[in-house]
C-alpha cells in the first residue's frame, strides 16, 4: 500500500487515490511545465492512508455509529462535533507518521532549506468532480514548519472531512458519508504574504461567457481573497487575444478593490490579518505583465483539461515569481443549459437602499435576517434574505435556506459569491454597510438582473422572469443586431445569435463610469475651488488626468466590443447636447446655454471646434486603444449628428490627426443619417463613409418638425409618417448603388413589427434592437422575409 506519493508521480486520472485537488496539482506539475506553469513542489498522502486511519483502534464504527443518529436522535452540530472529536483523539498510524516524515525531509532538500514552511490542504476524493463542488468544504493550514507541526496539522485535515457543513453538503448531494476519503497535500508554501494572491476563473463567473479570464488579486495570503474578507482587485482579460497579436495585455477592465486587510504570517502554523497600507490600497496589486502571465497560464490549463477552470495563484514576494497553486474545474456556469436563456427585469420601482457587486442574474425577496454567526441557524427563516459581514463555509446549510444573501464584504470570487452560484441564490456581495443599514424584519427585494451592480430595495419590487429557447431562432438574411449601452450588461448577452451591435452609445459609457466633462482634465485650472477638488479625488491625483478619461473610456468600451468579435460593433462617438454635457462634473465652465440643445452644438459639430477639439482627441485615443492597441479591430466608429459633408471633411481629419485614419488597420467608419440632409446627399455622404445607420428619432423630429420631447406634439411624432418612410427607402436605395450598408438603431423595430417589415421589404442590411426584444425581432425579420 502506498501512503504518500509525490506530486511528479500523479496526474488527473488519480483522483480516487488523491482528491481531486492533489490529482489536479500533479496534473499541472508533470503536464503544464512545457507552458511555463510554476507549481511549488509537495507530495500527497493517498486514500489508503486515510482508510488505514479509520481502521485503526475502532474509529471506524464510531463515526458510523455518530453519523446513523442524524436525524434522529442527533442534530448536525452535535454528529458533526463528536465525530471530530474522535478523529482527533486517535493518533496517526506509525507507519503513516514514518512516512510523512521522510517526505517532508526530501521536500526539504529539493527546496534547499531545513524545516521549510508548508501548506497542508485537505483534499477529498469526491471533490472538484464536475457535477458537484466541494470546494471549500475541508480544511487548510498555511505557514506549517516541522515535523510535529505536519503531522497536527494532517489529522486536523482528516477531522475536518466531517465539518458541519462537509456532512450537510454530502448529505444533501446525496454522497455516502464514508464512501469520501481524503488526502492531504504538503505543498511548499509561496512566500505570499509578503506579495500577493487570489483566484482566476477562465469565463465570466456571472454569465458563463467563455471568451474572458477574470483575475481577483490582493495582497498577502489568498485566503482573504476566498473568505470575502477584502474587496479585491479584479481584472478581465480577453482569451483570444492572448496568445499574441496585441500590442498590450488584452485587458478589458481593471478594477482597483479597496483592500483594506490583509492575510500574512501569524505564529507556527497560524496566520493573521493585519491592516495595509494606504498606498497598497491605492495600488493595482498586479501589473500588465503579470496578469499576461497569469492570464496565458489559465488558457494553457482551460485547454489541456477541456472545460472552463477556477484557478488559485500567489505571487512570492522575495523572489517575484508567480505560482499555481490549485486547479479545478469550474462547476457552476459549465453546468447550465446553453439553449435556455433567462432574463429577469424589474417591472416596478422602489427606495435603493445598498448596492453592491452583482452574484447571479436573479431577483429575490423576503425579509432580512441579520446574522453574526453561522450558529444562529435556528432563528433563520426558510426563504428569509441572509444579511451578514461575510460568508465562510460553516454557512453553507444556512445559505440554502435563503431567498437572496446580501454581505458587506467581498468580491466575485469570494465565498459567498462562489456558493450563491451554485445554490442559484442571487446575491449582493461588498455592500459596505448592508448590516448597518437594513433591519431585521424589512421586506426587501435584491435584483442582480441589472449588469454588474446589485441593488438592495425597500419592500416588495414588481419583476418578471422571461426565457427564449435560443435553438427555436430563425436564421434571416436581415442581419439583427443589438442596441448596447452599458458596459456592465455586454456579457449578459453573449448567447444571443446576434450579428453584433449595431449602436453602442459612448455618452453612456461617459455618464457612468468616467463621470466628468473631458475638457475639465484637459483644462483644470478653468475649474472652481470644489470642481477642481473633486476632480482631483476622482483622477487619485494622477499626474495627467486626461490619461484616466481614455482609461475608463477604453475599459468601458472594450467589454462591449469584445462580447461580439469578430462581428461588428459600431460605437457612436458622444451625442450629448450642450445642457447634458453641463451636468458631468467640471462641465458648465465648457458649455453655452443654449435655447434648442437639440438641433444645437451636438455630434459632428463639436469634434473640429476649438471649444471641444481637445475632447474629442480623448475619445479617439480611447478608440484607438481599443482597436490597436488591445486589438479590438471590429471596433467600427460612427459620428452622429453630421449636418454637411464638409463638416464629415473635418471630422474625419481630425480623426486621422488622432490616429484614427479610415480605412488604416481596417477601420470603418458609419455616420448617423438622422438629418434629411443625410438622406438628400446620400452620395456625398457615401463618398465619406462606409456605411450609414438610421436615428430614426431625430430623422422624424427633423422630418416633420416635431420636437420630440414635446407631450403636446406627441400625437404628430410618427416614425412610419409616409415623409420619413419614403426616405428611409430613398436612403436604403442610393445608399445600396454607392456600395454602402445601411441599418436602422432606433426603438421601433422593438415595439412595432409592422415597422420592421417595412424595414424588411426596403432592403435594409441591418436592425439594431434592445437584447430582451431580440428574439420577437429576429421572428418578426424571419417572417418578412418569408413573405409572411
Request: hydrophobic share 40%; proline share 5%.
Amino acid at each position: 500500500m502506498r501512503r504518500i506519493i509525490p506530486f511528479t508521480e500523479l496526474g488527473r486520472a488519480d483522483v480516487p487515490v488523491v482528491g481531486g485537488k492533489n490529482a489536479s496539482l500533479g496534473e499541472l506539475t508533470n503536464r503544464l511545465t512545457t507552458a511555463g506553469v510554476r507549481v511549488p513542489g509537495g507530495f500527497a498522502t493517498t486514500a489508503d492512508a486515510f482508510r488505514e486511519f479509520l481502521d485503526t483502534a475502532g474509529l471506524r464504527q464510531r463515526v458510523e455509529e455518530q453519523l446513523g443518529r442524524l436525524g434522529k436522535d442527533g442534530t448536525l452540530p452535535e454528529v458533526g462535533a463528536a465525530v471530530r472529536a474522535a478523529l482527533l483523539a486517535t493518533p496517526l498510524p506509525p507507519q503513516l507518521e514514518a512516512e510523512l516524515a521522510d517526505s517532508y525531509r526530501q521536500l526539504a532538500q529539493s527546496a534547499g532549506r531545513a524545516d521549510p514552511d508548508v501548506a497542508v490542504r485537505s483534499s477529498a476524493t469526491a471533490e472538484d468532480l464536475p457535477e458537484a463542488s466541494f470546494a471549500g468544504q475541508q480544511e487548510t493550514f498555511l505557514n506549517v514548519r516541522g515535523v510535529p507541526a505536519l503531522l497536527d496539522a494532517c489529522r486536523r485535515c482528516y477531522a475536518s472531512l466531517f465539518t458541519d457543513r462537509a456532512i450537510d453538503y454530502r448529505q444533501r448531494l446525496g454522497f455516502d458519508q464514508l464512501a469520501v476519503a481524503l488526502s492531504v497535500g504538503v505543498q511548499l508554501m509561496v512566500r505570499s504574504d509578503l506579495g500577493s494572491a487570489g483566484v482566476a476563473f477562465t469565463l465570466d463567473t456571472e454569465t458563463g461567457y467563455p471568451d474572458v479570464v477574470l483575475i481577483s488579486a490582493a495582497w498577502g495570503l489568498g485566503e482573504t481573497v476566498v473568505g470575502g474578507q477584502v474587496d479585491p482587485d479584479e481584472y478581465l482579460l480577453y482569451k483570444p487575444l492572448l496568445d499574441g497579436g496585441a500590442e498590450r495585455t488584452p485587458l478589458l477592465r481593471a478594477t482597483v478593490g479597496a483592500k483594506r486587510r490583509k492575510a500574512v504570517y501569524g505564529e507556527q502554523g497560524s496566520t493573521r490579518t493585519v491592516d495595509t497600507t494606504a498606498e497598497e490600497r491605492a495600488a493595482r496589486v498586479l501589473d500588465d505583465s503579470d496578469l499576461a502571465t497569469l492570464g496565458r497560464w489559465a488558457l494553457a490549463v482551460e485547454r489541456h483539461y477541456g472545460c472552463p477552470m477556477d484557478l488559485e495563484w500567489a505571487k512570492d514576494g522575495r523572489t517575484g515569481q508567480l505560482f499555481l497553486v490549485q486547479a479545478r474545474p469550474e462547476t457552476v456556469q459549465s453546468r447550465r443549459a446553453g439553449s435556455v436563456l433567462r432574463h429577469y427585469r424589474l417591472t416596478g420601482t422602489g427606495e435603493r437602499l445598498v448596492d453592491g457587486l452583482a452574484v447571479g442574474q436573479a431577483i429575490g425577496h423576503g425579509p432580512v435576517c441579520a446574522l453574526s454567526a453561522p450558529g444562529e441557524i435556528a432563528r433563520f427563516p426558510q426563504g428569509a434574505v441572509l444579511v451578514t459581514t461575510i460568508t465562510d463555509p460553516d454557512w453553507e446549510p444556512l445559505m440554502k435556506r435563503a431567498s437572496a444573501i446580501v454581505t458587506d464584504h467581498g468580491g466575485r470570487t469570494s465565498h459567498a459569491a462562489i456558493v450563491s452560484r451554485e445554490l442559484g441564490v442571487p446575491a449582493v456581495i461588498g455592500t459596505g454597510r448592508a448590516t448597518r443599514v437594513l433591519e431585521n424584519g424589512q421586506e426587501v427585494t435584491v435584483s442582480c438582473a441589472e449588469g454588474e451592480q446589485g441593488h438592495v430595495y425597500a419592500g416588495r419590487v414588481d419583476w418578471e422572469e422571461t426565457q427564449t429557447d435560443l435553438g427555436t431562432l430563425p436564421k434571416t438574411r436581415t442581419r439583427v443586431m443589438l442596441n448596447l449601452a452599458d458596459p456592465a450588461a455586454a456579457f449578459r448577452w453573449w448567447q444571443l445569435p446576434a450579428d453584433g451591435v449595431g449602436l453602442a452609445r459612448l455618452e453612456f459609457v461617459v455618464a457612468h463610469q468616467v463621470r466628468v466633462h473631458p475638457m475639465a482634465l484637459v483644462h483644470p485650472e478653468r475649474l472652481d475651488t470644489d470642481d477642481r477638488r473633486a476632480v482631483d479625488a476622482l483622477t487619485d491625483g494622477r499626474s495627467d488626468p486626461t490619461e484616466y478619461f481614455v482609461d475608463r473610456l477604453a475599459q468601458g468600451i472594450a467589454p462591449l466590443v469584445a462580447s461580439r468579435r469578430p462581428d461588428p460593433v459600431i460605437v457612436r462617438t458622444s451625442d450629448f447636447k450642450t445642457n447634458e454635457y453641463a451636468r458631468l462634473l467640471g462641465g458648465r465652465p465648457f458649455e453655452p446655454v443654449e435655447a434648442n440643445p437639440m438641433i444645437g452644438w451636438r455630434g459632428a459639430s463639436r469634434y473640429y471646434d476649438d471649444r471641444y477639439r481637445e475632447g474629442f482627441a480623448l475619445e479617439c485615443r480611447a478608440l484607438r486603444r481599443v482597436r490597436d492597441e488591445i486589438g479590438l479591430t471590429n471596433l467600427v466608429v460612427m459620428i452622429p449628428f453630421c449636418r454637411t459633408p464638409e463638416e464629415a471633411d473635418r471630422v474625419l481629419a481630425e480623426m486621422a490627426a488622432n490616429g484614427l485614419e479610415r480605412g488604416r488597420n481596417g477601420l470603418k467608419v458609419y455616420v448617423m443619417a438622422e438629418i434629411p440632409s443625410n438622406i438628400v446627399l446620400v452620395e456625398e455622404f457615401a463618398e465619406r463613409f462606409d456605411g450609414f445607420s438610421i436615428g430614426s428619432n431625430d430623422l422624424t423630429q427633423l422630418t416633420l418638425g416635431v420636437d420630440r420631447d414635446s407631450d403636446l406634439l406627441s400625437h404628430l411624432f410618427d416614425e412610419t409618417d409616409p415623409a420619413v418612410t419614403r426616405s428611409i427607402e430613398h436612403l436604403v436605395t442610393a445608399a445600396h448603388a454607392a456600395g454602402r450598408p445601411v441599418g436602422l438603431c432606433g426603438q421601433r423595430p422593438s415595439n412595432d413589427p409592422q415597422f420592421t417589415r417595412f424595414l424588411v421589404h426596403c432592403g435594409i442590411d441591418s436592425v439594431s434592437v434592445a437584447p430582451d426584444s431580440f428574439a420577437a425581432v429576429k421572428q418578426c425579420v424571419a417572417d418578412a422575409e418569408g413573405g409572411r
